[in-house]
């Protein structure tokens, strides 16, 4: 079924294979990001998702989607979003952003985390939080009756108030039978404006959090997202359900 908005509301039974995948998705993402240490290639680090996914037996939901060319994103330090695995090396003090998508039972999930290797700077780590408070704060707006922008207005505002900015170039989205579905999902913007949330409805939300601007830029690989002034950039993402018990995230363990 979908709204008048053309949002998709998802069956009980959907939403049950969708919180099957966001297990599965939650656990490769906290085990490829336990792997991570100084010295690695981010394809090395892709190479260990990848095995992660064929041993739980998904698919790979950005492999050849629109032509990327690997299974994870990886983004490090002022690289926004959607790094595409190389011969770069991870040092000691950088962050890394982890950004996964998987198809189990034909169902997508998708999730992103960001996480230090090693020892790194306060202000690094005041980024990592903020920019995961500042998901948890979106989603609890993630209930029947509120309105979209209520998620997009609460993420901004706490970013904001942190002195940190999100970027506006690239949104969250719906989520289901397909990796991107309506609405988008901005991490700015106005309370109380667009659709009205209903039970059913899956989202991805996902902060994108600057330490200087929110501009960013395409790199020369027409994919990886960098911050315009180089500072760091920090990412997280889970897969939300509406429920008439309030949010449920549906991509964790």
């Known amino acids: ?47 260990i998702a990848e095995d992660l996914m064929k041993k739980n037996r998904v698919k790979a939901a950005f492999k050849g989607y629109r032509g990327f060319p690997e299974s994870a994103c990886i983004s490090v330090n002022q690289e926004i979003v959607h790094g595409i695995p190389n011969e770069k ?41 903020v920019t995961r408070q500042s998901l948890l704060k979106g989603i609890a707006k993630a209930k029947v009756n ?12 706490f970013v904001e108030s942190r002195s940190f900015a999100v970027v506006r170039d690239f949104v969250g989205h719906g989520i289901g039978k397909s990796l991107h579905e309506e609405p988008e999902i901005p991490n700015f913007g106005s309370p109380h404006c667009g659709p009205v949330l209903k039970e059913g409805m899956v989202f991805c939300i996902e902060p994108m959090v600057n330490m200087g601007t929110w501009q960013a830029k395409i790199g020369e690989d027409g994919w990886t997202v960098e911050t315009l ?3 760091a950039s920090a990412h997280f993402e889970h897969t939300v359900a509406v429920t008439g018990k309030g949010p449920e995230i549906l991509t964790q363990t």
């Open 229 to 231: 002034d180089g500072k």
């Open 1 to 47: 079924m979908e709204t008048k908005n053309n949002i998709k509301i998802k069956s009980p039974e959907e939403i049950e294979i969708l919180r099957q995948g966001g297990k599965i998705l939650s656990s490769i993402i906290k085990e490829t990001a336990r792997s991570l240490k100084s010295g690695m290639t981010t394809k090395e680090v892709n190479d």
């Open 89 to 129: 090396v991870i040092d000691e003090g950088d962050i890394v952003s982890l950004d996964m998508g998987i198809i189990h039972k034909d169902y997508y999930t998708d999730m992103a985390v960001t996480v230090g290797v090693g020892k790194i700077s306060s202000d690094l780590k005041k980024l990592i939080d």
């Open 146 to 157: 509120n309105h979209l922008s209520d998620i997009s207005f609460a993420v901004q505002n």
